[in-house]
Nanobody
Framework: QVQLVESGGGSVQAGGSLRLSCAVS????????IAWFRQPPGKEREGIGA????????FYADSMKGRFIISQDRAKSTVYLQMNSLKPEDTAMYYC????????????????WGPGTQVTVSS
């Protein structure tokens, strides 16, 4: 089973940017869906978006379009989440997760999770 490890979290002031990384550990960077989610303190987990590693097609939750950008570096077996114009309400634990497919909303059903990385945005 593929292993995922997030990194790049930390504390940032409102208006700033962060780029999170999701390192995908396996022999080859096989085609799969890598999705990003977040869980704010005391709230339910919410989906941000995903990328299908073969071809690089991206999918986003409507509420996340614009400030969040998902990309990949296949040579590094890493998927990124670029977060811009951060707001205090973006404070959350951020997770990446892997699944078989992304299309048709299936990215929301990925089931192989990393441990997460904390992002704190101060006003």
């Amino acid at each position: 089973q593929v292993q995922l490890v997030e990194s790049g979290g930390g504390s940032v002031q409102a208006g700033g940017s962060l780029r999170l990384s999701c390192a995908v550990s396996e022999g080859t960077f096989s085609p799969r869906c890598i999705a990003w989610f977040r869980q704010p303190p005391g709230k339910e987990r919410e989906g941000i978006g995903a990328i299908y590693t073969s071809g690089g097609a991206t999918f986003y939750a409507d509420s996340m379009k614009g400030r969040f950008i998902i990309s990949q570096d296949r040579a590094k077996s890493t998927v990124y989440l670029q977060m811009n114009s951060l707001k205090p309400e973006d404070t959350a634990m951020y997770y990446c997760a892997a699944g078989v497919s992304c299309g048709g909303g299936t990215w929301r059903s990925v089931d192989n999770w990393g441990p997460g990385t904390q992002v704190t945005v101060s006003s």
